[in-house]
């Protein structure tokens, strides 16, 4: 390769003979050693993989007034309290006389509970899905569906409230839980006088 | 030869076109996993990095915005800055320091800037809330930034709960927790 031949025309008709005709050689092994080095600089540099995120919408601390308020109903109502070593503390309906029931994080877990409460709304996301894929849906079409499935009237509210022997990844697998079991209705709170006498019943 | 040439040459176009590069983060945080795909966009974002210590670290990006962010908050805080430590600190991707040692942070060799005793953590408790200013002033630059809320796993909830608390006095109710990614189940 590499070959720079300055030959052409140099045998012109009548041209002046040039002292110098011979062919130049470059090298390009040192261009070739710096691509690769360059190349090898920015594939370690780069990060390809765009990091995943995960969008909350966290109530307004500003006054709402009484009537603004949705009150949910008791038998929707599912309070989760995330306690210290990944274990996880719920409980259905109102606070007064609830008893805790102790759960974890796994899929037979947790999972399983805010599945069988959100049933009709689970499986019909499922089936929308599955619909989805054989018609191929427009993804617009499929948001809206997805959206009014998600409306339901009847469909939990999930309370959670995190204790400070919990971390991070707790409140976001808790999170995480919403968004497979297609729960929309969720909020992150403040644990309150009444729920702080039930962990302190439990020692959580 | 002239083919792996070739090549070579190719693949730098192409990283040097696509790359947009790592930034570099004062400390290293395991993100938990969460099955959401919405990734983040790349401009216009203010990163709220926490360690699993509880340290709180800030960020936005932006030359530009950076220079008026920080001459914006040495203002309200009395603190004088050279022109030369605002430029340092406009080159600077996430700090963790409060508003009274920020011109020794920024005095610090780059190399060991990012060491652990460096870095106090800007403070976010109700007493000194200067995280929520900071905040607070980085909108007012930039009312297009999102937030980002980068914590490692282990960070305990309390120190979550007070970057939370902050941003939601300042009415910011939407924000990105960034998460890495784990298949939903059931695919």
């Not at chain 1, 509970?113 to 019909?124: F, G, H, P, R, S």
């Not at chain 2, 800030?58 to 962010?69: P, W, Y």
């Not at chain 2, 309390?158 to 990105?176: F, T």
Request: hydrophobic share 40%; aromatic share 8%; charged share 30%.
């Amino acid at each position: 390769m590499a070959e720079v031949s300055q030959d052409s025309g140099s045998h012109k008709k009548g041209g002046k003979r040039r002292s110098k005709k011979l062919p130049t050689r470059i090298d390009f092994t040192p261009m070739v050693d710096l691509g690769f080095l360059l190349i090898t600089f920015f594939m370690l540099a780069t990060s390809l993989i765009k990091p995943q995120t995960m969008e909350i919408t966290m109530p307004s601390d500003k006054k709402v007034e009484e009537e603004d308020k949705t009150v949910a109903k008791a038998s929707q109502a599912v309070t989760l309290i995330l306690g210290k070593n990944d274990k996880v503390f719920y409980y259905f309906g109102k606070t007064e006389g609830a008893q805790l029931i102790e759960t974890n994080y796994a899929p037979n877990g947790l999972r399983k509970i805010l599945l069988e409460k959100n049933y009709d709304v689970a499986k019909q996301v499922e089936d929308l899905k599955a619909e989805k894929v054989k018609t191929r849906m427009n993804e617009e079409i499929f948001q809206k569906k997805l959206s009014e499935i998600k409306a339901n009237k009847n469909a939990p509210v999930v309370r959670i409230m995190a204790t400070d022997d919990s971390n991070y990844k707790n409140l976001v697998d808790a999170l995480d839980e919403m968004n497979i079991c297609s729960i929309s209705r969720y909020a992150i709170v403040d644990i309150d006088a009444p729920d702080l006498l039930l962990i302190k019943d439990k020692n959580i | 030869m002239t083919a792996m040439c070739d090549v070579a040459f190719l693949l730098l176009t192409f990283f040097m076109l696509t790359s947009n590069f790592t930034k570099k983060e004062p400390v290293l945080v395991a993100t938990p996993s969460s099955i959401s795909e919405i990734k983040i966009p790349e401009t216009n974002i203010m990163t709220v990095l926490v360690d699993p210590t509880g340290k709180v670290y800030f960020g936005i990006d932006g030359q530009d915005k950076r220079k008026q962010l920080i001459e914006k908050m040495a203002d309200l805080y009395k603190v004088t800055l050279t022109q030369d430590e605002i430029k340092r600190y406009s080159l600077i991707d996430l700090f963790g320091n409060p508003m009274y040692a920020m011109k020794k942070f920024l005095n610090l060799a780059p190399d060991i800037r990012d060491l652990p005793q460096n870095n106090l953590g800007i403070p976010a408790d109700s007493t000194n809330n200067e995280f929520k200013q900071w905040v607070k002033s980085a909108h007012e630059v930039n009312p297009d930034l999102r937030i980002a809320i980068k914590a490692d796993e282990k960070t305990p909830f309390p120190v979550i709960k007070k970057v939370m608390k902050s941003l939601q006095e300042l009415d910011e109710n939407r924000y990105n927790l960034i998460t890495k990614l784990e298949t939903a189940p059931g695919k």
